[in-house]
């Protein structure tokens, strides 16, 4: 069956420092991977998505990056944290066009 | 621009009941939709998607209803229980895209 992992599940860092949050999913080839945000209380932000290695889609500018050196690895980056940069990140991965996603378990990210 | 919303934010109801949780989605082009749950400091969970071929899915305990006409969703839950006290957010797949969008969300109150 697949699963997907993300870590860490929270983090507290300094503005300015650099971020790196990664996500694995295992038990499938080739997936559709994305990165969301959400505010507390708010909605899914779009952040970035991709559809195979190396291949990124941004939908916000935005003090972030994504990167994709493996088919079942997804990177989020960030050179110089923002304390607007804090909020719940959640890693999906989804098969093809009109199948639903499947959300990892989010990380908690705080900038002070 | 293109956007998924609810008409209400927070929804409160007696355990037992069937609560209703309503969704308007404005992009036409948009041929899949998906209800997703979120509990508290967990990532989103699938729980019933429909194609825009259909009008009504039925699950167990939910029921998604879908109206083209007017670019409405709704998500039935039979018997509300305890344990469906979440956040409900509904999602809408543009005709060929590996994009979903998402609206703020609604909170379900189950209240004993």
């Known amino acids: 069956s697949q699963t997907i992992h993300q870590w860490p599940a929270t983090l507290v860092q300094p503005v300015g420092s650099p971020l790196s949050l990664e996500c694995t999913v295992e038990g499938t080839s080739n997936p559709n991977l994305y990165w969301y945000r959400q505010a507390a209380g708010r909605g899914l932000q779009l952040l970035f998505y991709s559809v195979g290695i190396g291949q990124i889609s941004s939908e916000v500018p935005q003090n972030l990056s994504a990167s994709r050196p493996q088919d079942r690895q997804f990177i989020l980056s960030s050179k110089k944290l923002l304390l607007s940069d804090s909020g719940f990140y959640l890693c999906?991965?989804?098969?093809?066009?009109?199948?639903?996603?499947?959300f990892g378990s989010g990380t908690r990210l705080t900038v002070v | 621009g293109e956007s998924v919303g609810l008409h209400l934010p927070t929804l409160s109801v007696q355990e037992g009941d069937n609560s209703i949780i309503n969704c308007a989605y404005s992009?036409?082009?948009?041929?899949?939709f998906i209800w997703y749950k979120q509990e508290s400091g967990k990532g989103p969970q699938f729980i019933i998607d429909?194609?825009?071929?259909?009008d009504k899915r039925q699950g167990q305990r939910v029921t998604v209803l879908l109206n083209k006409t007017v670019k409405h969703l709704s998500l039935q839950i039979a018997a509300t229980q305890p344990g469906d006290s979440a956040v409900y957010f509904c999602?809408?797949?543009?005709?060929?895209?590996?994009?979903?969008?998402f609206g703020t969300g609604t909170r379900l109150k189950v209240l004993a």
């Open positions: 999906a991965w989804g098969q093809g066009i009109n199948y639903g996603y499947t």
């Open positions: 999602a809408e797949n543009p005709s060929g895209t590996y994009k979903y969008i």
């Open positions: 992009n036409s082009a948009s041929d899949y």
């Open positions: 429909i194609r825009s071929n259909m």
